[in-house]
């Protein structure tokens, strides 16, 4: 029973254009949701969070979208870069004190 | 600054063999959390802390056990280890805001044989 799903396990995307990464979630008491990007042999990196009472937050090149209704969340990069070829994981939060359930993740290859 | 520290990067047991996966961190955040990740799957959550002498069962928590008498340290122990645990683990600190988001360690990848 997956609750929190990135239905692409894969996304390329050439140099200045808008990356879209998208992730779908099943449980409507979710209260935040995070996205965290993935290096290989590195530990995931926070990069950007939203509140379920909010619908957009930006913060520099990454703008994260919740559509509520649909349970569809949503990161924009732009412009891409090359640096921004990682592994994406979409993440929601329930049940207090901070315990996340994860996508799969989806690879994003950034090519000049 | 070294945020999280996670021992041993690589390790292989054998079937039935015991070890302890070592996590520190120097934040002083209350909150530690210790998941799984298998490939091409999520972060799944073994066992959390939310501070020194607590700690509570996570999705995938058979296996393994957990202590925390400091803020700074939390062990995970595996005992008779099963090739179904495999995997990469990861540990990981937060504020109690979770929009903040964890911090996470560079990983252990474990293989069981």
């Known amino acids: 029973d997956q609750q929190v799903k990135q239905n692409s396990p894969s996304l390329s995307v050439q140099e200045g254009r808008i990356s879209i990464l998208n992730c779908d979630y099943t449980n409507s008491m979710f209260d935040y949701f995070l996205w965290y990007k993935k290096y290989p042999a590195e530990g995931p990196t926070f990069l950007i969070s939203?509140?379920?009472?909010?619908d957009k937050n930006e913060d520099g090149r990454f703008t994260v979208f919740l559509n509520k209704s649909a349970k569809h969340l949503s990161l924009h990069i732009v412009p891409s870069q090359p640096g921004d070829s990682a592994v994406y994981f979409c993440?929601?939060?329930?049940?207090?004190?901070?315990?996340?359930?994860f996508g799969a993740g989806t690879r994003l290859a950034v090519h000049p | 600054n070294a945020g999280v520290t996670q021992t041993p990067k690589f390790r292989i047991l054998k079937i039935g063999q015991s070890m302890t996966l070592q996590c520190a961190q120097d934040?002083?955040?209350?909150?530690m959390y210790w998941y799984r990740q298998d490939p091409g799957m999520g972060l799944k959550l073994i066992y959390y802390s939310v501070g020194a002498g607590i700690t509570d069962k996570g999705e995938v928590p058979n296996g393994y056990n957990v202590s925390r008498s400091t803020t700074e340290d939390f062990p995970l122990r595996l005992e008779l280890a099963a090739p179904s645990q495999t995997s990469v683990y990861f540990c990981a600190s937060s504020y109690r805001e979770v929009n903040y988001g964890y911090t996470f360690g560079s990983g252990t990848r474990l293989t069981v044989v």
């Open positions: 993440a929601a939060s329930v049940g207090g004190y901070n315990k996340l359930i």
């Open positions: 939203i509140s379920s009472i909010k």
């Open positions: 934040m002083n955040h209350n909150y």
